[in-house]
């Protein structure tokens, strides 16, 4: 049982959490009737949209050529069903959002949001496809496809990615950021819902890496572990405030290669055929089939 010195101090840290000072930037205040986004519906879609994407890999269910058109469309109705509600929730995230005809409308957009995204469907697994065989030609250690797809890290966080960015530019917000650290945390691979990456790329081993929201990656490019394509510190406007919604990341063109813990910083570009050494800092434009090193070279006369 509290003491009434207990309860005192615990109802005035009650009183403190709750002054809106301390709030300031903290606090979401829901509104009646508005859906919340939830990580476990997330998390559903997530492995829904990997079981539609590489059928017979993810999913509870054991499928085959005859079963196929069934549980594709058994998972894809209920994709649809989610991705409406998680959509509405992130359209009515944000801040100054009224009720009646604006919720309505939210539903109806948070609708067609999601149809376009199941529509998208066969395209991001039409690339996905190259990102595995990117991996498969990458990895001398890879036996077939097969592995690819069931282990290796790089093709969650893409598939994550993949759909995150779809919906990212189709206007929705929040839920893309969800969905895209659903798989930092699984992979250790931090790719931006925001960033644009082409075909046949891969990440070889994965954990660390970083993509920047506004980078551009080509086709064909290739990193390492640990590689960041960062942003240096960007700019204050008058106020003191960093200027947000600006080109900061990398460029990284065709046929790059980045190797473990590598570090590209700002909006430069990488041209075409560029190789990156390891531990390396990159802060200016490399030209076309320019290669890059930091070699530490050994002391012969010490026997190293």
Not at 25 to 48: A, K, T
Not at 51 to 67: C, E, Q, R, W
Not at 148 to 157: F, G, L, Q, R, S
Request: aromatic share 6%; hydrophobic share 40%.
């Amino acid at each position: 049982m509290s003491t009434p010195t207990s309860t005192h101090i615990l109802t005035q840290t009650v009183e403190l959490l709750a002054e809106p000072a301390s709030l300031q930037g903290l606090f979401h205040e829901h509104r009646d009737g508005y859906p919340l986004p939830s990580g476990q519906v997330l998390e559903e879609i997530v492995q829904l949209s990997r079981s539609i994407l590489f059928p017979g890999y993810y999913g509870k269910a054991s499928v085959d050529m005859h079963t196929i058109r069934y549980r594709i469309g058994v998972d894809v109705e209920r994709l649809h069903h989610l991705l409406c509600q998680q959509v509405l929730a992130g359209l009515c995230f944000t801040d100054g959002q009224a009720t009646g005809m604006e919720l309505d409308e939210a539903r109806t957009r948070a609708e067609e949001i999601a149809t376009t995204l199941i529509a998208k469907l066969p395209e991001i697994r039409r690339t996905l496809a190259t990102d595995v065989a990117a991996a498969y030609n990458g990895d001398p250690a890879a036996e077939n496809h097969a592995e690819v797809i069931a282990c290796y890290p790089v093709i969650k966080a893409l598939a994550n990615y993949r759909v995150a960015h779809e919906l990212m530019l189709l206007g929705v917000p929040l839920i893309p950021r969800i969905i895209t650290e659903m798989a930092h945390s699984e992979t250790g691979i931090d790719i931006h819902p925001g960033a644009t990456i082409g075909r046949h790329f891969t990440i070889d081993h994965g954990t660390g890496v970083v993509i920047g929201a506004t980078c551009v990656i080509g086709d064909h490019v290739k990193l390492y572990q640990g590689v960041t394509l960062g942003a240096k510190s960007f700019p204050l406007d008058a106020d003191g405030n960093p200027i947000k919604h600006v080109p900061r990341h990398p460029v990284i063109e065709d046929n790059v290669v980045i190797y473990a813990n590598a570090t590209v910083l700002g909006r430069i570009t990488i041209g075409e055929g560029c190789v990156v050494g390891a531990n390396t800092w990159v802060l200016e434009d490399m030209a076309p089939q320019t290669k890059i090193y930091n070699i530490n070279r050994r002391n012969k006369t010490n026997g190293i």
